[in-house]
Each structure stands twice: as structure tokens, then as C-alpha cells.
């Protein structure tokens, strides 16, 4: 059995210590968020991870108004797909940008978010 | 692959019921045979779609206890969960069944309760769909990704919130003309325009509502549904799947599941979009439906808002979407949708949809989308 490229508890413990990372196929170069056991593109199994540099623009974005009950106490709060500037694209809960400024196009810049019960997640602040 | 009819259907009215989500697809169930005119005995296999029933009634192993409930225990069921696709998944491989001649009856049914637990607990259950690792901690909802969705549509070709809220006064003008709809009462523009946000640019009047409900369909082979009356036959089913997370969807304008179902389904029809005369998609929320008939090819990419706000899609317009009040006004009981929408096109198809019926319509299509955009199901049917 080969090793994986990243397993998604290993992400997350690089998130928490501020490093968002991706895996680089090494047979065609694909670049892609983990985990995936096999290149999406060339179908190889052959992944290296690749630290990416946490900047990219909003591609499109939210504000939750009605929240799941895990999150009741913290609504309003956005949501935005991210397009890192590698060109690779993740979700991520907005942080320290007022909600009115939000627009497609916005920069913004990774930042590991931390949640109550200690869960990391993928956050974005102002550039 | 011999072909296979659709021969009785069944819906329970949607909305609150103070029954529990078995009771309620034995409702449809019995009245689909009733419909299809033979006995339970005459069922070989019941293929069965229902998603939250572990959260909402701690209830799994929902497929033998319908099946029970309904009285045809000794069927073999099986339960499909593809979010709010999974009847339509279960009615994929109930004619798959069938055609390969493994059967010639099989019920498909479906049902959901969720009006017995509270908004907020029901707004998580359904974000169960979205990846529990990437997503839900980030307090993603459903109508959450619909207004991602919406606003790269917005950006992308200039929708507008009014055209969206378009869809929603088309939907409400249908479903007042069907009495087993939940919400049977017109409402206007400025109503759409004026009501909360819920996730923007999505406001209340967007979103379809949270429903409890059940739907049943028999199908049969060509040689049993000949002696029944008025079959309405499958010209083909068809399923696709798409990329899970969000961000791993390269444009969030397009539902490319639902251009790769329809493309398989008028494949195997030999038809294409213009030759459907009603179509039932997936309106969870106004921007999915304009997204949906762009992706069905009845529209042009980005069309589909000033399609809907011009009447096109309306009774009566070129091409009619959702006479039933589609899921923002007839309901969205989740497991039973995708059996619901087939059931009213059987009903348009045979020509006994009353009020809301589409005159002459010979070709019907039904779309049911899953969760994140990630399962979609696209069947055609016609009459002889």
C-alpha cells in the first residue's frame, strides 16, 4: 500500500498551524485539494504535497442568515469559495471583512480559523 | 432491454402531517395501485427513497418497514439515499430492473418527515449532505450553496434577484391550481423582493419550504402495462454525478451533473430539449430552477432568468416548467420528490392534470438534483 498524500487530519493540523496545503500530481502536474487517492486528470497515484501561498479572490460568496443548529449563535456570517491564486479553489468562513464590503473579485488571504470546540477549518481575512 | 411503463401513480397532499413517513408512503402506495388498478400481490420488488429518516424518527432500515406499513412485506426493498435525488435514483434502478427483465412489477415510492423537528435542527440534517469535513464545520446550509451558486450566476450574466424571484411568483401561480400542493396561494414580486434573507442573495420566498410527504409510482414491463389503461412510457433514465466540494466545482454558474443526465437521457430517448412539451425539475430554490432549464439545453447558458421573468416558462408559454408549483410550492418532502415529479407527469401525460393541465403535451421530463449539486437524475417519458 502506498501512503497517502495527505490525509485530511494531517490538513488540518497544518491549517492550525497556518499552512494551507495542496497535493501536485507528479505525473501530470495537476494540482489538487486533498484528499485524493487518484489524479482526477491522468488517473495516476503518485501525489506530492505542495504548501500553496493562502492568497486568492472571492469567486462567489454568502452571508448565512439562517444558521444549522451546530452554528445558531454565530449567524450573520459569510461563506466564500475561494480562487487560490495556484488555481485551485476552496470554501471558506470569512473573517475580520465587513460583511457589506464582500464582492466577487475581493482579495483575500487564507487565515486558520479555530473553531469553539477546538475544530480547524479553512478561514479567509482581508489580504 | 424491453421497455417499461409507468402504470399507476400515487401522492399524498405535502405539507404537516401528523404521520410518520412509512404511513405516508403507504398512503401513495396503495393509491398508486389503486391507480395502476392491480393488486399488492403483483408486486415483485419495492425500491425506496428516503434521506433524513435516521435524524427525524431515528428510523433506518426505512425500506422493509415501508414496505411493511404498506403490506407487502415480503418484497425485496432496497433504500436509496442521493439527498433529495433518491426516489428518482430508486426509480432509475426500478426500470433497470424491469428492462432487464428481472421483474415485470415494481413499486417505487418515497418519503420524508422533517416538520417534526425544528428549522434549525432540520437546516442540519439536510446540511448533512454537504462534506462533513471541508463544509459543515464552516456552518455551510443548503440555501447556503444555492446562494454561492446565485451570486456567480448574478456575476457571470447579469441575473437579477428579480428574475429569480420570477420563478418563485410562476411557482405559487401553479401550485394554486394543485390541491395536494402546500402552498396553494399566489403571491406577488414585491412579496419575493421584500421577504428576509436567508442566505444572500437568496430571501425566504426563494426557498421552497421543509415538507413532509410520500409518493409512489408502479412501473411495469411492455407486456403487462398493454393491458392496463393509458401507460406512460419510459424513454429513458439517466443519472449523473459530480464533484462533492464546493470548491472543487470550477464554475459555480453551471450544474454540470444536470448537462451530463440530460445529454445521456436524450441519447437514449433519441429526443432532444425541443421536443419536450412539460418538464419537472428541481426548484429548491428560484436560481436552481433558471440554472436547471439552461442545463436541460431548453434554454442558452445564462438565459434562463429572463426566460422565466418573460412567462416562457409559465403555463401557457413555450414551454411549461413545473405546473405541479415544482418544489417551491407543491413541497419538498425530500425522498418522495423525484417519485412526485414523475407522478405529475405521468398525470400531465395522460392528460388528467385538470386546471393545470398542458394542453396536448405528449413528452414530459422530469429533473431531480441531490444536495450540492453532486447527484442529478433525468428521465424522459411519452405516451403512445
Known amino acids: 500500500m502506498t501512503e497517502p498524500s495527505i490525509t485530511v487530519r494531517a490538513f488540518f493540523e497544518r491549517v492550525r498551524a497556518g499552512q494551507l496545503v495542496a497535493i501536485r500530481c507528479e505525473s501530470c502536474g495537476e494540482l489538487a485539494i486533498p484528499p485524493k487517492e487518484l489524479c482526477p486528470k491522468c488517473g495516476a497515484r503518485a501525489w506530492r504535497q505542495e504548501p500553496l501561498g493562502g492568497d486568492g479572490t472571492i469567486a462567489s460568496y454568502t452571508v448565512i442568515r439562517v444558521a444549522p443548529r451546530a452554528h445558531a449563535g454565530e449567524a450573520p456570517y459569510a461563506l466564500a469559495v475561494v480562487a487560490l491564486k495556484e488555481g485551485v479553489s476552496v470554501l471558506g468562513r470569512i473573517v475580520d471583512i465587513p460583511l457589506e464590503s464582500l464582492a466577487v473579485g475581493l482579495p483575500v488571504r487564507f487565515r486558520p480559523r479555530i473553531a469553539s470546540d477546538h475544530q480547524a477549518s479553512i478561514g479567509f481575512g482581508p489580504a | ?384
Not at chain 2, 106 to 127: C, D, H, I, K, P
Not at chain 2, 310 to 326: A, C, D, H
Open chain 2, 1 to 384: 432491454m424491453r421497455r417499461v411503463a409507468v402504470i399507476g401513480v400515487g401522492v399524498t397532499k405535502f405539507g404537516l402531517h401528523d404521520r410518520t413517513s412509512a404511513e405516508l408512503f403507504a398512503e401513495a402506495g396503495a393509491d398508486a395501485l389503486a391507480d395502476a388498478g392491480i393488486p399488492a400481490s403483483a408486486v415483485q420488488a419495492l425500491y425506496y427513497g428516503n434521506v433524513v429518516g435516521g435524524e427525524t424518527e431515528h428510523q433506518l432500515h426505512t425500506g422493509p418497514q415501508a414496505a411493511s406499513v404498506l403490506g407487502i412485506p415480503s418484497v425485496p426493498t432496497t433504500r436509496f439515499e442521493t439527498a433529495c435525488a433518491s426516489s428518482h435514483a430508486a426509480f432509475r434502478h426500478a426500470v433497470m430492473e424491469i428492462a432487464a427483465g428481472v421483474s415485470d412489477v415494481v413499486m417505487v415510492g418515497g418519503a420524508e418527515r422533517v416538520l417534526n423537528v425544528s428549522t434549525a435542527e432540520s437546516t442540519e440534517y439536510f446540511a448533512y449532505a454537504s462534506d462533513a469535513v471541508w463544509e459543515q464545520p464552516l456552518g455551510l446550509t443548503f440555501p447556503g450553496v444555492f446562494a454561492l451558486i446565485a451570486r456567480a450566476h448574478m456575476q457571470k450574466y447579469g441575473t437579477t434577484e428579480a428574475q429569480m424571484a420570477a420563478v418563485a411568483v410562476k411557482n405559487h401561480k401553479h401550485g394554486a391550481l394543485n390541491p395536494k400542493a402546500q402552498f396553494q396561494k399566489q403571491i406577488t414580486i414585491e412579496q419575493v423582493l421584500k421577504s428576509a434573507y436567508v442566505a444572500d442573495p437568496l430571501k425566504l420566498f426563494d426557498c421552497c419550504p421543509f415538507s413532509d410527504g410520500g409518493a409512489a409510482l408502479v412501473l411495469a414491463s411492455e407486456e403487462v402495462a398493454r393491458r392496463h389503461r393509458k401507460p406512460v412510457w419510459v424513454l429513458a433514465s439517466a443519472a449523473a454525478s459530480d464533484w462533492m466540494l464546493l470548491g472543487d466545482k470550477r464554475d459555480l454558474s453551471r450544474v454540470p451533473a444536470t448537462e451530463r443526465a440530460a445529454a445521456a437521457a436524450y441519447r437514449q430517448a433519441g429526443l432532444g430539449p425541443h421536443d419536450v412539451d412539460v418538464v419537472e425539475l428541481h426548484d429548491c430554490f428560484t436560481i436552481a430552477e433558471i440554472v436547471a432549464t439552461e442545463g436541460l439545453g431548453l434554454f442558452e447558458a445564462g438565459a434562463g432568468g429572463r426566460a422565466a421573468e418573460e412567462g416562457r416558462t409559465s403555463l401557457g408559454g413555450e414551454i411549461p416548467v413545473n405546473p405541479s408549483g415544482g418544489l417551491k410550492a407543491k413541497g419538498h418532502p425530500i425522498g418522495a420528490t423525484g417519485a412526485a415529479q414523475i407522478a405529475e407527469i405521468v398525470t400531465q401525460l395522460r392528460g388528467e392534470a385538470g386546471p393545470r393541465q398542458v394542453d396536448g403535451a405528449r413528452k414530459g421530463l422530469t429533473h431531480t438534483l441531490g444536495g450540492n449539486t453532486a447527484t442529478v437524475l433525468v428521465s424522459l417519458f411519452g405516451r403512445d
